[in-house]
C-alpha cells in the first residue's frame, strides 16, 4: 500500500529564518505530488505541484520555493520566512489522470 | 475563476440522525470533484471522487452526488455517529493539471 509521510509535525521559526519541509511517498511511482497551506479562516490552497522530476509548477506567487530532488521526494524550502507564511502545510500525492489525491499528516509552521 | 462554498460552515445533529452537506461552485467545468474529512490538526482523508460524467459516488454509509450543470454536490450521511465528527471538505479539480480548488468546510458534531 502507498504512504506519505511528512516531517517535521510541528515548527516554529523566527521570521528571517530558512525554511525546509520534506515529505516522502512510498509504495508507488512517479506520482504527481502537490504542496498545500491552510491558513487559519482560509481554505487549502495549492501552492506547487511536480509531475515529475525537477518539473515545479507554481499556483501563486509567494515567498516559498519547492523542488523535487527524488521521484518520491518533495521539498517545501524558503530562504527567509515572513510572518504571512505561519499556517498548516499539507503534502499530497496523487496517481496520474484525475485520481484523488492523498495528504500527509501536515505540518503545522508558526512564524515568531 | 472557480469558487467553492460549503453549506453550512457548522453543523450539530445528534447521533443516529441522517444528514446532508452542500457543496457549490461557479464553474461547471471539472474534471471531478472529491469529498475529504479532516480531523483537528491532523491532514485529510479521502472519502469519494465523483468523475465530472459520474453523478453519485457510495461509500459504505456516505453517498455524494454530484449535479455539474448546476454547480451542486452533496454529501450524505446515514445513521450518524460520533465518530463522524469532523470538518468535512469539498473540492473541484478544474483547469490546472490536479488543481484542487476547496470549499472552506463543513465543521460537523455528532452528539452521544
Known amino acids: 500500500s502507498q504512504t506519505i509521510h511528512q516531517w517535521p509535525a510541528t515548527l516554529v521559526q523566527p521570521v528571517g529564518s530558512p525554511l525546509s519541509l520534506e515529505c516522502t511517498v512510498e509504495?508507488?511511482?512517479?506520482?504527481?505530488l502537490y504542496w498545500y497551506r491552510q491558513a487559519a479562516g482560509r481554505g487549502l490552497q495549492l501552492l506547487f505541484y511536480?509531475?515529475?522530476?525537477?518539473?515545479i509548477s507554481s499556483e501563486v506567487p509567494q515567498n516559498l520555493s519547492a523542488s523535487r530532488p527524488q521521484d518520491r521526494q518533495f521539498i517545501l524550502s524558503s530562504k527567509k520566512l515572513l510572518l504571512s507564511d505561519s499556517g498548516f502545510y499539507l503534502c499530497?500525492?496523487?496517481?496520474?489522470?484525475?485520481?484523488?489525491?492523498?495528504f500527509g499528516d501536515g505540518t503545522r509552521l508558526s512564524i515568531l | 475563476k472557480q469558487e467553492v462554498t460549503q453549506i453550512p460552515a457548522a453543523l450539530s445533529v445528534p447521533e443516529g440522525e441522517n444528514l446532508v452537506l452542500n457543496c457549490s461552485f461557479t464553474?461547471?467545468?471539472?474534471?471531478?470533484l472529491q469529498w475529504f474529512r479532516q480531523d483537528p490538526g491532523k491532514g485529510l482523508t479521502s472519502l469519494l471522487l465523483?468523475?465530472?460524467?459520474?453523478r453519485e459516488q457510495t461509500s459504505g454509509r456516505l453517498n455524494a452526488s454530484l449535479d455539474k450543470s448546476s454547480g451542486r454536490s452533496t454529501l450524505y450521511i446515514a445513521a450518524s455517529q460520533p465518530g463522524d465528527s469532523a470538518t468535512y471538505l469539498c473540492a473541484v479539480e478544474s483547469g490546472s493539471q490536479g488543481n484542487l480548488i476547496f470549499g472552506k468546510g463543513t465543521k460537523l458534531s455528532v452528539k452521544p
Open positions: 465523483i468523475q465530472s460524467s459520474q
Open positions: 509504495g508507488t511511482s512517479n506520482p504527481n
Open positions: 499530497a500525492w496523487s496517481r496520474v489522470g484525475n485520481q484523488p489525491q492523498h
Open positions: 511536480s509531475v515529475g522530476i525537477g518539473q
Open positions: 464553474d461547471s467545468a471539472i474534471y471531478n
